[in-house]
Protein backbone atom coordinates (compact mmCIF):
# COMPACT_ATOMS: atom_id res chain seq x y z
CA UNK A 1 0.00 0.00 0.00
CA UNK A 2 1.18 3.64 -0.28
CA UNK A 3 2.62 5.19 2.43
CA UNK A 4 1.67 8.77 3.82
CA UNK A 5 2.86 11.17 1.25
CA UNK A 6 3.61 14.52 2.02
CA UNK A 7 3.90 18.31 -0.97
CA UNK A 8 6.25 19.40 -1.18
CA UNK A 9 9.12 18.22 0.25
CA UNK A 10 10.99 21.76 0.57
CA UNK A 11 9.61 25.10 0.45
CA UNK A 12 11.16 28.18 0.94
CA UNK A 13 9.05 31.44 1.25
CA UNK A 14 9.58 34.81 2.42
CA UNK A 15 8.21 35.99 5.71
CA UNK A 16 4.72 37.41 4.78
CA UNK A 17 3.78 35.20 2.86
CA UNK A 18 1.66 32.46 2.58
CA UNK A 19 2.65 28.64 2.31
CA UNK A 20 -0.20 25.61 2.21
CA UNK A 21 1.53 21.83 2.93
CA UNK A 22 -0.34 19.19 2.43
CA UNK A 23 -0.46 15.57 3.25
CA UNK A 24 -2.10 12.22 1.84
CA UNK A 25 -2.92 10.11 4.63
CA UNK A 26 -2.94 6.22 3.70
CA UNK A 27 -6.38 5.19 2.04
CA UNK A 28 -9.05 4.45 4.93
CA UNK A 29 -6.86 5.68 7.83
CA UNK A 30 -9.55 7.79 10.12
CA UNK A 31 -7.10 9.34 11.77
CA UNK A 32 -4.57 11.76 10.65
CA UNK A 33 -1.77 13.89 12.82
CA UNK A 34 0.54 16.70 12.42
CA UNK A 35 3.78 17.59 14.02
CA UNK A 36 6.66 19.55 13.78
CA UNK A 37 10.40 20.01 14.52
CA UNK A 38 11.52 23.68 15.10
CA UNK A 39 15.04 24.69 14.71
CA UNK A 40 16.40 21.21 15.50
CA UNK A 41 14.32 21.22 18.89
CA UNK A 42 11.80 18.30 19.77
CA UNK A 43 8.88 16.73 17.70
CA UNK A 44 6.05 18.35 18.71
CA UNK A 45 2.34 17.52 17.99
CA UNK A 46 0.31 20.08 16.37
CA UNK A 47 -3.15 18.87 16.36
CA UNK A 48 -5.61 15.49 15.38
CA UNK A 49 -8.16 14.98 12.83
CA UNK A 50 -10.65 11.77 13.13
CA UNK A 51 -11.85 11.85 9.62
CA UNK A 52 -12.69 15.54 8.85
CA UNK A 53 -12.67 16.81 12.39
CA UNK A 54 -10.27 18.20 14.26
CA UNK A 55 -10.20 15.97 17.81
CA UNK A 56 -7.44 17.74 19.16
CA UNK A 57 -5.90 21.15 18.04
CA UNK A 58 -4.05 21.78 20.94
CA UNK A 59 -0.66 22.13 19.47
CA UNK A 60 -1.44 24.93 17.31
CA UNK A 61 0.84 27.58 17.70
CA UNK A 62 -0.95 30.10 16.95
CA UNK A 63 -3.74 31.27 15.00
CA UNK A 64 -1.80 32.06 11.69
CA UNK A 65 -1.54 28.18 11.79
CA UNK A 66 -4.92 26.62 9.91
CA UNK A 67 -5.10 23.22 9.15
CA UNK A 68 -8.06 21.16 7.31
CA UNK A 69 -9.18 18.41 6.22
CA UNK A 70 -12.25 18.31 3.81
CA UNK A 71 -13.84 15.02 3.10
CA UNK A 72 -11.91 13.22 5.75
CA UNK A 73 -9.42 12.55 3.30
CA UNK A 74 -6.15 14.27 2.45
CA UNK A 75 -5.38 17.09 4.95
CA UNK A 76 -3.77 20.53 4.63
CA UNK A 77 -1.69 22.73 6.47
CA UNK A 78 -1.72 26.45 6.10
CA UNK A 79 0.42 29.07 7.44
CA UNK A 80 -0.59 32.76 6.81
CA UNK A 81 1.44 35.07 7.26
CA UNK A 82 4.86 32.87 7.99
CA UNK A 83 7.02 34.28 10.18
CA UNK A 84 10.58 33.09 10.41
CA UNK A 85 10.12 31.34 13.67
CA UNK A 86 7.80 29.00 11.62
CA UNK A 87 10.82 27.34 9.90
CA UNK A 88 11.26 23.77 10.61
CA UNK A 89 9.83 20.44 9.34
CA UNK A 90 6.29 19.47 9.52
CA UNK A 91 5.47 15.64 9.76
CA UNK A 92 2.01 13.98 9.27
CA UNK A 93 1.29 10.72 10.42
CA UNK A 94 -1.70 8.26 10.10
CA UNK A 95 -3.26 5.50 11.87
CA UNK A 96 -6.47 3.34 11.08
CA UNK A 97 -7.22 3.61 15.15
CA UNK A 98 -7.03 5.89 17.46
CA UNK A 99 -4.49 4.28 19.45
CA UNK A 100 -0.78 5.36 19.85
CA UNK A 101 1.05 1.96 17.77
CA UNK A 102 1.69 1.65 14.41
CA UNK A 103 1.82 5.01 12.79
CA UNK A 104 2.93 5.91 9.55
CA UNK A 105 4.48 8.69 8.97
CA UNK A 106 5.46 10.91 6.15
CA UNK A 107 8.93 12.03 5.36
CA UNK A 108 7.70 15.53 5.82
CA UNK A 109 7.98 19.05 4.77
CA UNK A 110 10.87 20.87 5.30
CA UNK A 111 10.11 24.65 5.68
CA UNK A 112 12.14 27.19 5.65
CA UNK A 113 10.85 30.87 6.19
CA UNK A 114 13.06 33.87 4.64
CA UNK B 1 1.52 12.90 30.29
CA UNK B 2 4.19 10.71 30.59
CA UNK B 3 7.54 11.88 29.90
CA UNK B 4 10.84 9.87 28.86
CA UNK B 5 14.25 10.55 29.49
CA UNK B 6 16.81 8.37 27.28
CA UNK B 7 20.21 9.06 26.33
CA UNK B 8 21.38 11.91 23.96
CA UNK B 9 23.63 9.63 21.62
CA UNK B 10 25.24 5.86 21.77
CA UNK B 11 28.37 4.75 19.43
CA UNK B 12 28.59 1.04 19.01
CA UNK B 13 30.52 -1.25 16.48
CA UNK B 14 28.73 -3.14 13.60
CA UNK B 15 27.89 -7.22 14.89
CA UNK B 16 27.81 -5.74 17.87
CA UNK B 17 23.80 -5.84 20.44
CA UNK B 18 23.03 -2.77 21.26
CA UNK B 19 20.36 -1.53 24.16
CA UNK B 20 18.76 1.50 24.82
CA UNK B 21 16.91 2.03 27.68
CA UNK B 22 14.50 4.93 28.23
CA UNK B 23 12.86 5.81 31.50
CA UNK B 24 9.26 6.81 31.98
CA UNK B 25 8.38 7.22 35.49
CA UNK B 26 4.92 8.40 35.49
CA UNK B 27 3.51 5.80 32.71
CA UNK B 28 -0.25 5.50 32.60
CA UNK B 29 -2.12 2.45 33.29
CA UNK B 30 -3.16 2.51 30.07
CA UNK B 31 0.17 3.96 28.10
CA UNK B 32 1.74 1.76 25.79
CA UNK B 33 5.14 1.89 24.89
CA UNK B 34 6.57 2.54 21.05
CA UNK B 35 9.54 2.83 19.58
CA UNK B 36 10.61 5.07 16.53
CA UNK B 37 13.05 5.02 14.44
CA UNK B 38 14.26 7.94 12.37
CA UNK B 39 16.76 8.34 9.52
CA UNK B 40 17.68 11.98 8.08
CA UNK B 41 15.32 13.71 6.01
CA UNK B 42 12.62 11.14 6.28
CA UNK B 43 9.49 10.76 9.03
CA UNK B 44 9.92 8.68 12.13
CA UNK B 45 9.40 4.37 11.16
CA UNK B 46 7.67 2.42 13.80
CA UNK B 47 9.65 0.09 15.54
CA UNK B 48 8.15 -2.18 17.62
CA UNK B 49 4.98 -1.59 20.76
CA UNK B 50 4.48 -3.20 23.83
CA UNK B 51 2.79 -2.94 27.27
CA UNK B 52 5.20 -5.09 29.36
CA UNK B 53 7.17 -7.85 29.81
CA UNK B 54 9.06 -8.78 26.76
CA UNK B 55 8.02 -8.36 23.12
CA UNK B 56 9.91 -9.46 19.88
CA UNK B 57 9.44 -8.77 16.31
CA UNK B 58 12.13 -9.56 13.35
CA UNK B 59 14.09 -6.06 14.19
CA UNK B 60 13.92 -5.88 17.44
CA UNK B 61 12.99 -6.81 20.97
CA UNK B 62 11.45 -4.59 23.83
CA UNK B 63 12.20 -5.46 27.56
CA UNK B 64 9.32 -3.76 30.26
CA UNK B 65 9.82 -4.47 33.68
CA UNK B 66 7.21 -4.59 36.11
CA UNK B 67 6.93 -1.65 37.06
CA UNK B 68 6.90 -0.33 33.81
CA UNK B 69 8.94 2.65 34.64
CA UNK B 70 11.52 1.85 32.17
CA UNK B 71 12.02 -0.01 29.03
CA UNK B 72 14.87 -1.27 26.87
CA UNK B 73 15.39 -1.78 23.14
CA UNK B 74 17.42 -3.80 22.03
CA UNK B 75 19.15 -4.18 18.42
CA UNK B 76 20.78 -7.46 17.80
CA UNK B 77 23.90 -7.33 15.43
CA UNK B 78 23.77 -3.76 14.39
CA UNK B 79 24.93 -2.69 10.88
CA UNK B 80 26.02 0.64 9.42
CA UNK B 81 22.28 1.00 8.53
CA UNK B 82 21.22 1.16 11.58
CA UNK B 83 22.34 4.51 12.78
CA UNK B 84 19.97 6.46 13.06
CA UNK B 85 17.67 8.56 16.08
CA UNK B 86 15.90 6.02 17.79
CA UNK B 87 12.36 7.71 20.45
CA UNK B 88 10.92 6.08 23.00
CA UNK B 89 7.17 7.01 23.38
CA UNK B 90 4.14 6.67 26.09
CA UNK B 91 0.89 6.55 25.00
CA UNK B 92 -2.50 5.28 24.26
CA UNK B 93 -4.64 7.51 22.54
CA UNK B 94 -4.19 11.00 20.49
CA UNK B 95 -1.21 11.03 19.41
CA UNK B 96 2.16 11.52 21.40
CA UNK B 97 1.71 14.71 22.49
CA UNK B 98 4.31 16.28 23.64
CA UNK B 99 6.58 13.59 24.22
CA UNK B 100 8.40 12.92 21.66
CA UNK B 101 11.38 13.80 22.95
CA UNK B 102 14.70 14.56 21.79
CA UNK B 103 15.62 10.64 21.12
CA UNK B 104 19.35 9.07 21.15
CA UNK B 105 21.60 9.23 18.21
CA UNK B 106 22.81 5.69 17.34
CA UNK B 107 26.38 5.63 15.48
CA UNK B 108 27.58 2.61 14.29
CA UNK B 109 30.87 2.43 13.34
CA UNK B 110 33.03 -0.27 11.12
Known amino acids: EAGVTQFPSHSVIEKGQTVTLRCDPI?????LYWYRRVMGKEIKFLLH????????ESGMPNNRFLAERTGGTYSTLKVQPAELEDSGVYFC????????????FGSGTRLTVV | LAKTTQPISMDSYEGQEVNITCSHN???????ITWYQQFPSQGPRFIIQ???TKVTNEVASLFIPADRKSSTLSLPRVSLSDTAVYYC???????????FGAGTRLFVKA
Open chain 1, 93 to 104: ASSLENVNYGYT
Open chain 1, 27 to 31: SGHDN
Open chain 1, 49 to 56: FVKESKQD
Open chain 2, 26 to 32: NIATNDY
Open chain 2, 50 to 52: GYK
Open chain 2, 89 to 99: LVGYTGGFKTI
